[in-house]
């Protein structure tokens, strides 16, 4: 039996059966795959096994791979190269999305993403492993995922990669020439990566799906140029146009300065998604009404971070008042608070907008606060988390995790195993938790010995009570009597009244 040419089928079987190709595509693709492979086509082809009915074409594509690339990074490329045969051409998805979003946005959403996770483009199969829990607080329930879906680098990609002249071109891991490139060891390839556009604020701009997927239909909106990160009267507008057509998703920015936005402020976008985030879901604890925007629903939320919900019936009159706001804010000083606009020239106040459409048609805009000034005390930022709590989280916190989602670094996982050793029987067994020993030990006080059967779980919740205070921290008004004092000042500062 011809393993290949039987794994080939099965490929091509999977790549029908999860609509990637018809039946009139077959011939053409085992062509073109069997001279990307190098491989003499055998006089009969056999019939698709069981093999065909694989959950994800990684498992199908797994022995093909290691036959003919030899390293990860050799074998992601080949992979993409592969998948990107059984892609259909960008103006094919294109015309599908349009003809399904006749019927329903929900229907052409859902089609285009489940395209992207049957290609391999979103990876499901390692995502799949990646641990995730919710801790519940008293702003509501946070969410945890522990990243495990990155692969670990060959030491031979590595030294391979070293050696690579680093190209211009795409720009940025977020440009739309991106799609169907082939990739090199320092740059993922993107054959099997296809984008949509939309038009936002008189503007064409790219929707994909992120190949991370954090949370359910993960998506990315683009600028088709690469411009850097800009909050303006227009980011409001793009995002209220992109949920007024796709009215099931919540889309949000990253805000525009470095520490408090995300990790790619050179390339303009957005990331959105089909999730009920925790942010979406809190209460409000103070209302406000504005005499020039007298139906606006305004309140500030029982959240870690400073959160200015409004909900308003006109498009066009919310983004007026989150301009307002935005200009506002920019130039707003408050020492007592930590909070100082400008420090030479520099700019240290921004916004994180979050965009949603509620049921009866209405346009909620969440504005989040930020500043990214730094001090002696505080190196990386007064507003990101502090020093003590790096062990656990000390990058960005960007979009995701401002809307209470927290992404953790894999090696958390490890460590945690260790942690519950620890905590149950006070010997991490020889496992080095020396970065976390403090916390622990602070936890161990405060818990005691912790039964066995229990310790994984309150690891869990001890990691999530972290996430909170890494958000209690990123706030610039705290949610404490004197915080919210502050913050209603701020409001005062806009013109706001408190009802
Ligand atoms: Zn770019």
Not at 129 to 143: C, H, V
Not at 182 to 203: C, D, F, I, S, T
Not at 326 to 346: C, F, M
Request: with cysteine; net charge negative.
């Amino acid at each position: 039996m011809n393993t290949q040419a039987q794994c080939l089928e099965n490929l091509l079987a999977f790549a029908k059966s999860h609509k990637l190709i018809e039946e009139s595509d077959k011939i053409y693709c085992r062509n073109l795959i069997y001279d990307m492979l190098s491989l003499d086509a055998p006089d009969s082809f056999p019939e698709p096994d069981q093999g065909a009915l694989a959950r994800h074409a990684s498992e199908i594509l797994a022995p093909l791979l290691k036959e003919h690339a030899g390293t990860p990074v050799l074998e992601e490329l080949l992979d993409a190269k592969i998948m990107g045969v059984l892609t259909p051409r960008p103006s094919e998805v294109i015309r599908e999305f349009k003809a399904n979003e006749k019927e329903s946005p929900e229907k052409a959403t859902s089609a285009f993403y489940e395209m992207s996770k049957a290609n391999h483009y979103i990876q499901m199969d390692r995502i799949e492993k990646n641990l995730s829990w919710k801790t519940s607080t008293e702003y509501g329930d946070l969410e945890i995922t522990v990243n495990l879906s990155k692969p670990e680098k060959d030491p031979r990609d590595i030294a391979a990669s070293r050696n690579l002249v680093q190209k211009g071109y795409p720009k940025c891991l977020l440009c739309m020439e991106n799609e169907g490139f082939a990739g090199n060891l320092n740059h993922p390839a993107r054959q099997n990566l296809r984008l949509v556009p939309v038009e936002l604020a008189g503007e064409t701009w790219m929707l994909q799906y992120s190949p991370y997927v954090y949370y359910n239909e993960h998506c990315i909106v683009l600028s088709p140029e690469h411009v850097p990160m800009k909050i303006s009267e227009k980011s409001f507008r793009r995002l209220l146009d992109f949920i007024e057509r796709f009215p099931h998703y919540t889309i949000g920015s990253n805000s525009d300065i470095p520490v408090v936005g995300g990790s790619i402020l050179s390339h303009d976008h957005f990331q959105g998604g089909r999730h009920v985030f925790p942010m979406a879901v809190a209460k409000s604890h103070s209302f406000f009404s504005h005499p020039a925007f007298p139906e606006a629903k305004i309140s500030l939320l029982v959240w870690p971070l400073s959160v200015i919900r409004i909900t308003m019936p006109s498009k066009d009159r919310l983004v007026e008042l989150c301009v307002k706001i935005l200009g506002d804010w920019i130039s707003y000083s408050d020492p007592e608070a930590d909070v100082i606009a400008n420090v030479e020239g520099t700019r240290h106040n921004a916004i994180t907008p979050i965009a949603r459409r509620e049921e009866d048609g209405t346009y909620t805009m969440d504005l989040v606060l930020r500043n990214n000034r730094a001090s002696e005390e505080h190196p990386m930022g007064i507003f990101h988390p502090h020093q003590n709590l790096h062990h656990i989280k000390k990058e960005n916190i960007g979009l995701i995790e401002v809307l209470g989602l927290a992404i953790l670094p894999g090696r958390i996982s490890q460590d945690m195993e260790a942690m519950a050793s620890f905590l149950s029987s006070g010997s991490a067994g020889g496992y080095d938790l020396s970065v976390h020993q403090e916390w622990l030990d602070g936890v161990k006080e405060r818990r005691g010995i912790v039964p066995k059967e229990q310790a994984s779980e309150i690891v869990k919740e001890e990691i999530g009570l972290v996430f909170r205070q890494v958000l209690n921290d990123a706030g610039v008004f705290k949610h404490s009597g004197i915080g919210k004092a502050q913050f209603a000042k701020f409001m005062g500062y806009c013109g706001f009244l408190q009802i």
